[in-house]
């Protein structure tokens, strides 16, 4: 089981905008920055959000992140089929004194 | 350009000890801010942090794991290794290594630091199986 949860599934039709959630806890999202990573089919993690919300170059500005109190999301708009991947949500916890991860979203564009 | 790449064995057989090496390139692990960290992922599940070791040799480990895990790095070599005891089916998986940095930020009226595993490897599979 993982420290932060997100939902395991969300999905929506190209040029629609979804939403994936990440909840955790004081010690972990409700005190340090969370990251977003995207893994392709049969790829490793790629960074999209450090920061909560900023972007790494050459990520599109479609992705974006937020963060409040305990919770983050993560903003995709105007889905494309590429984008189709599993979305993870990383933060430091202070109990773990380590990184931790959320059980992942697997993005299905329709 | 930050690359690292991990490299150990593909078959493992149960109870042994797996050494796992992260080769990097692009950064330098005696820099202020910067780590290397181990993360997993078994098949077809959810990503898993092991350990992460800093610039200044500062380690940390999964509490679920810290008895099992050994992380160390050569400065000189451009490596970190993670040393895995006692292994198990429930082991197998694809590792990966990770360069963390550090950033700074400016919020409400504050400074602070924030760090993020930006650049990955892509990954050595490892079976755990007799």
């Known amino acids: 089981q993982s420290v932060l949860t997100q939902p395991p599934s969300a999905s929506g039709t190209p040029g629609q905008r979804v939403t994936i959630a990440c909840s955790g806890s004081?010690?972990?999202?409700?005190?340090?920055?969370v990251n977003w990573y995207q893994q392709l089919p049969g790829a490793a993690p790629k960074l999209l959000i450090f920061?909560?919300?900023q972007r790494p170059s050459g990520v599109p500005d479609r992705f974006s992140g937020s963060k409040s109190g305990i919770s983050a999301s993560l903003a995709i708009s105007g889905l494309q089929s590429e984008d189709e991947a599993i979305y993870y949500c990383?933060?430091?916890?202070?109990?773990?004194?380590?990184?931790?991860f959320g059980g992942g979203t697997r993005l299905t564009v329709l | 350009q930050i690359t690292l790449k991990e490299s150990g064995p593909t078959l493992v057989k149960p109870t042994q000890t797996l050494t796992l090496t992260c080769t990097f390139s692009?950064?330098?692990?005696?820099?202020?801010?910067?780590?290397v960290a181990w993360i997993r992922q078994p098949p077809g599940k959810a990503l898993e942090w092991l350990a992460l070791?800093?610039?200044?040799?500062?380690?940390r480990y999964s509490p679920s794991l810290k008895s099992r895990l050994t992380i160390t790095k050569d400065t000189s070599k451009n490596q970190v290794v993670l040393t895995m005891t006692n292994l198990d089916p429930v082991d197998t998986a694809t590792y990966y290594c990770?360069?963390?940095?550090?950033?700074?930020?400016?919020?409400?009226?504050?400074?602070?630091?924030?760090?993020?595993?930006?650049?990955w490897g892509r990954g050595t599979t490892v079976t755990v199986s007799s």
């Open positions: 990770a360069h963390s940095d550090r950033g700074r930020g400016y919020r409400y009226g504050t400074f602070y630091h924030y760090y993020y595993m930006d650049v």
């Open positions: 692009g950064f330098s692990l005696s820099a202020d801010g910067v780590g």
């Open positions: 070791i800093h610039w200044d040799d500062d380690k």
């Open positions: 004081s010690s972990n999202i409700g005190s340090y920055v």
């Open positions: 920061d909560n919300s």
């Open positions: 990383v933060t430091w916890d202070d109990i773990v004194s380590g990184w931790v």
